[in-house]
Nanobody
């Protein structure tokens, strides 16, 4: 299984950006897919996740109402649309996936089997 994240970049505060993650060797509709981020000197933190089959989404409180995660089954790709970006959103964003993850483990990085390489998102003030 390989995950490939892309779409990061530099944006001004208040702007928008969309990051993507495509998988090979795994069908996202049969897995839980999460987005995490890690800023310099900080631990990796949960951002959002989409549950297999039903596609229900979950968000960290810090991004709720600003970020939207979606999935395109035909392209086997998940997206994270980020609006109203703030400087504190600056981080490397990682996608992760797991086939057997349960709801109570969504926010725990160590519970995901596969990870993408990360894409840098920088929000300037």
């Amino acid at each position: 299984v390989q995950l490939q994240a892309s779409g990061g970049g530099l944006v001004q505060a208040g702007g928008s950006l969309r990051v993507s993650c495509v998988a090979s060797g795994l069908e996202f509709q049969n897995a839980v897919v999460g987005w995490f981020r890690q800023a310099p000197g900080k631990e990796r933190e949960f951002v959002a996740a989409i549950f297999r089959s039903g596609g229900r989404t979950y968000y960290a409180d810090s991004v709720k109402g600003r970020f939207t995660m979606s999935r395109d089954n035909a392209k086997n790709t998940v997206y994270l649309q980020m609006n109203s970006l703030k400087p504190e959103d600056t981080a490397v964003y990682y996608c992760a996936a797991d086939r057997r993850l349960i709801l109570s483990s969504l926010t725990i990085p160590g519970q995901y089997d596969w990870w993408g390489q990360g894409t840098q998102v920088t929000v300037s003030s």
